[in-house]
């Protein structure tokens, strides 16, 4: 019998059952030992680039230093000198709706700010999942493009698997393809202080962000705002320019216990907590108009009943296949390529007036632009949102692990343009005036290029409270607005919007 690919680490609901027959025996539970050992090894090997690219610096000399930082204009806290700074905090499955529950008063108190920007709301990419999304939004490229197709995946030229909880995997450069913003930071002169965020533990196209914490869990989320202040508070330079956080919580309770639960609430103020936090700690250094922050998700969460489930050995004869990937979508792997059109027959045949539907990879919709890689499955069911795919054998492993808390959990994944996969954006700092970007023409503030496109799924927007909310975007466009803050040349990306246009 084929087995899923879990491990213990997999404690929370499980978010990406993998049916893996080949691999998943191979897999070993890692202890949380191991797991420290690890990340104080990497804090070592770190710590030691650290140095050497610090000795290398001195070497060339501070003149050098000053010279770069003296032919932007640097900004002043009253004490010390400032190169252009942005501060990148994802929460992950952090809802847009979320923000109208009242209980997140730092971010809502962005709104009436004058140094302020907020979108109604960000489109993910497609799959609406975790690692594809943090590094489109890190690349600007879709992930068909990046490469990153899903959280665990099968690459046919490597016949490799990447799976997001093994670090030795995530921490290889092979499978990360694009550019992402601390590549780009670094490799135009600034300095790039990582802590956590998915793709940064690998030297991709060679370079590694000067600070960099690997990721580890639970780290409390005032612990990481420390961390960002440790770097802040770096000599200028050593200081990083670029800095980002990732915080899981948020996610974590959604999976569990679904989006309209206690824990979900007290995920969002444990967030926004770390929010006041952070503008305490920025405002106690008199930095709060001199580096941009910027809030956003990876995507949203679905409500799901426990039973709303598609077993999958009910429409396909398990032996015919290899892999199972993508929950809660079905990406299937044949064993045999030339079975593919007669199975994707017999689903299309099946799928018809149910609660999901099946594709060949070359015919999955163009908005979802998830076509162009090897590494998408050859055939892909995608579930209605409210619906997940398991086998069997699948379901009763996640539920051995997830301690089973309650009859309805949290899902996302699903199409990237229903409203509940919606995910927030909102930023602050010397750069936003008014909802918009300091000095940029209102023609060129975002518009919802997915939607214009193709018209939102589901309940109309919301109301948009103020006028300093802008019209929704996708995330695709981040990179660029990134690039912009600090001044850096973006590289090759899927952005549209004119984010640099007649500014300073
Ligand atoms: C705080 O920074 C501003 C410039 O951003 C400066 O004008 C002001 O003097 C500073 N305040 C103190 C107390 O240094
Ligand atoms: C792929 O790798 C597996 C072992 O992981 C091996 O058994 C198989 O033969 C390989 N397939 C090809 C086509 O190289
Ligand atoms: C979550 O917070 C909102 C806003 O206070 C409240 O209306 C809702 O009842 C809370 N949900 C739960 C399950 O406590
Ligand atoms: C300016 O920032 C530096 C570095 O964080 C800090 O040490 C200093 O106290 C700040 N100056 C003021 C006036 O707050
Ligand atoms: C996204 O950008 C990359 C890099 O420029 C390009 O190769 C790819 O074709 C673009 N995708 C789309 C859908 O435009
Ligand atoms: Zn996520």
């Known amino acids: ?66 010279l770069r930082a003296h032919t932007e204009a640097l900004r002043s806290n009253g004490t010390h000198a400032f190169r252009k700074t942005v501060i990148l905090i994802s929460f992950d499955g952090f809802r847009a709706d979320y923000l109208d529950r009242g209980i997140t008063p730092h971010l809502h108190a962005l709104r009436d700010e004058a140094n302020a920007f907020q979108a109604e709301y960000m489109n993910p990419s497609f799959p609406s999942i975790t690692f594809p999304n943090h590094y489109t939004i890190a690349t600007g490229l879709y992930p068909e493009t990046h490469g990153i197709v899903a959280n665990e995946f099968y690459d046919p030229v490597l016949n490799q698997t990447f799976y997001y909880k093994n670090d030795l995997i995530t921490r290889d450069a092979q499978w990360w393809g694009g550019e992402p913003i601390w590549v780009t930071a670094e490799r135009q002169g600034h300095l790039a202080g990582i802590d956590m965020w998915p793709g940064s533990t690998a030297p991709i196209g060679g370079v590694l962000p000067t600070y960099l914490i690997a990721f580890s869990d639970p780290v409390a989320p005032r612990t990481k705002v420390d961390q960002l202040m440790t770097w802040l508070d770096l000599p200028l330079d050593r200081r990083p320019t670029f800095l980002a956080s990732y915080v899981p919580e948020v996610d974590h309770a959604g999976h569990a216990y679904s989006p309209d639960s206690r824990q979900v609430n007290d995920s969002l103020v444990l967030a926004d907590d770390a929010v006041g936090y952070l503008r305490a700690s920025l405002a106690a250094r008199n930095l709060t108009d001199v580096v941009d922050v910027v809030y956003l998700s990876d995507h949203g969460m679905a409500s799901v009943p426990d039973d709303q489930i598609i077993y999958l050995e009910d429409l396909v004869g398990l032996d015919l296949l290899d892999l199972v990937s993508g929950y809660p979508l079905a990406g299937l792997w044949p064993k045999h390529a030339s079975d593919t059109a007669r199975i994707y027959e017999a689903l299309r045949i099946q799928s018809a007036g149910q609660r999901w539907a099946v594709y060949l990879r070359e015919d999955i919709p163009a908005r979802f632009h998830y076509a162009h890689n090897d590494r998408i499955p050859p055939i892909v069911c995608i579930p209605e949102v409210g619906w997940t795919f398991y086998t069997r054998h699948q379901y009763d492993h996640s539920h051995l692990y997830s301690g089973k808390v309650s009859k309805t959990i949290g899902v996302h994944g699903y199409d990237n343009l229903d409203p509940t996969m919606r995910a927030i954006f909102l930023a602050h700092g010397p750069s936003f005036h008014a909802g918009k970007l300091v000095g940029q023409a209102a023609d060129s503030q975002p518009q919802d290029s997915a939607g214009a496109l193709h018209p939102p799924i589901g309940p109309a927007p919301r109301d948009v409270e103020t006028a300093t909310i802008q019209p929704p975007f996708d995330n695709v466009e981040v990179y660029n607005l990134l690039c912009h803050l600090l ?18």
């Open 487 to 504: 001044g850096l040349t973006p590289s090759a990306n899927n952005g549209t919007l004119a984010w640099a246009s007649r500014v300073e």
């Open 1 to 66: 019998m084929p087995r899923p690919f879990f491990t213990e680490e997999d404690h929370q609901r499980v978010e990406e059952p993998f049916l893996d027959p080949e691999h998943s025996s191979e897999r070993k539970p890692v202890s949380p030992y191991s797991m420290v050992n690890k990340a104080v090894i990497i804090l070592f090997c770190v710590g030691l680039t650290a140095v050497v690219a610090l000795s290398v610096r001195g070497y060339m000399g501070e003149n050098q230093a000053n």
